[in-house]
């Protein structure tokens, strides 16, 4: 602040001319001080606009608002397994992130280890929000300058579907009508959907193709399906560039391990087979149940396209960068080859240098034979092709996270010797 005005106890020595009644120095006094209430004034109506125009006086973060050369990407679902390593390829990418889940699948872990490896303000910031809760969608959107989104958040487990298969369309079809609608209402016309294999089904002829029919056979599939249903619909009356991805099977974790898969101890009943083959190898668990040995396959057991996760992640950006306005992109992200559960498990023994017990168990309900994908469309339109296809060094980079995080994102432990 300016001072403007003198404690003057001293008295004056100098004589005045007195004009039509006016004591010429008092006059001129007045004017100086009249002169520096007009530069105080002006000084503070100047740091007024300023102080107005900054973010910290409008409560207006780098969040709320579009920035020339910066896309910012909402990542919904980016505490879990497959969302916090996208996020991470992002903000790597220099995209500005906000991250929104609820933390039922995904790990609060994941998103300190981004914190901590984007710390600069304006990066990234987790919302902790249910997609559910239209009202807190809706002001999410309202207070931040979306370009584009990235939908992961789901449930993602067939077997579960099948138990709690209105769980499945709540979290999956009507959660991503929410999405949509808030996207509708404030202009965000850019969505990278994460679909799966699992909306075609069991088809008669592979490899699978985008062109083949999707006729999915469990809950799972049949709330993506009808996910994509409302999207594609939407579509069609809008602006909006579409991207839908459809995954095979994950696997894998970030190479250079600061990100992994952590599912929950209650869930690993339905998770991924990798995560069961960890268990076992570290003695979580007893041992490996593998479920079904009677399907039409060379060996018994389950075919599936295994996809890692870095190479997933990878098909996403590319998506993001090909996604034009007033199209719709769909692709299916495989490495084109389907291996056996028999095959897998013999893997994972390999990269974990244990001796895995084995229990092989009837069927799992609403699973399907063999799927594996052919992945000449996003090649050619994306320039995307699988690099990590070899299913023992995937499983093996995988394993070295499990081994240094035996409890998830809880305190990391060293590694055996």
């Known amino acids: 602040m300016l001072g403007l005005g003198r404690n003057r106890s001293q008295t004056r020595t100098s004589r005045s001319w007195s004009f039509s009644g006016m004591d010429y120095a008092d006059s001129k006094r007045k004017s100086n001080f009249a002169g520096k209430i007009l530069l105080a004034a002006c000084l503070t109506a100047m740091c007024i606009i300023m102080l107005r125009n900054s973010s910290s006086f409008s409560g207006r973060s780098a969040f709320s608002r579009h920035e020339l050369g910066i896309t910012h990407v909402l990542v919904t679902g980016g505490a879990g397994y497959i969302g916090s390593h996208a996020a991470y390829r992002l903000l790597k990418d220099s995209h500005r992130v906000t991250i929104v889940d609820n933390l039922s699948r995904g790990n609060i872990g994941a998103i300190k280890v981004l914190q901590e490896q984007f710390p600069e303000p304006g990066r990234l910031q987790f919302i902790y929000a249910d997609l559910g809760d239209a009202k807190a969608v809706n002001k999410i959107f309202a207070e931040n300058a979306f370009d584009a989104v990235m939908h992961f958040a789901a449930v993602a487990y067939v077997g579960e579907s099948t138990l709690e298969p209105l769980r499945y369309y709540h979290n999956i079809t009507s959660n991503t009508l929410g999405v949509l609608e808030a996207m509708a209402a404030h202009g965000v016309n850019t969505l990278i959907y994460s679909s799966t294999c699992a909306t075609y089904g069991e088809p008669d002829k592979m490899p699978i193709t985008e062109e083949t029919p999707q006729v999915p056979i469990n809950p799972y599939g049949k709330a993506k399906k009808m ?37 929950r101890p209650e869930l690993r ?15 979580t668990i007893p041992g490996l149940k593998v479920k079904g040995t009677d399907y039409k396959t060379p060996d018994g057991t389950c075919v599936r396209d295994y996809i890692d996760v870095t190479d997933l992640v990878d098909a996403h950006v590319k998506a993001l960068a090909k996604a034009t306005h007033g199209k ?9 080859k389907g291996r056996s559960v028999k095959e897998f498990v013999d893997a994972c023994k390999k990269a974990t240098g244990v001796d895995i017990k084995v229990e092989y168990l009837s069927r799992r309900p609403g699973d399907y034979a063999e799927v594996y994908s052919n992945p000449s469309k996003i090649n050619l339109e994306l320039n995307w092709t699988a690099q990590y296809t070899d299913l023992k060094e995937s499983l093996q980079t995988a394993w070295r996270w499990q081994q240094k995080h035996r409890n998830g994102y809880g305190s990391p432990l060293a590694l055996d010797s």
Do not use: Q, W
């Open 227 to 263: 996910a994509e249903d409302i999207i594609l619909d939407f579509s069609k009356n809008s602006d909006m560039a579409v991207m839908i991805l459809r995954y095979f099977n994950v696997i894998g974790s970030d190479p250079e391990g600061r990100l992994g898969e952590a599912p």
């Open 269 to 283: 009943e339905h998770g991924r087979i990798s995560g069961a083959c960890f268990d076992s190898a570290l003695g």
């Open 328 to 336: 719709v992109g769909i692709y299916n992200v495989g490495t084109g």
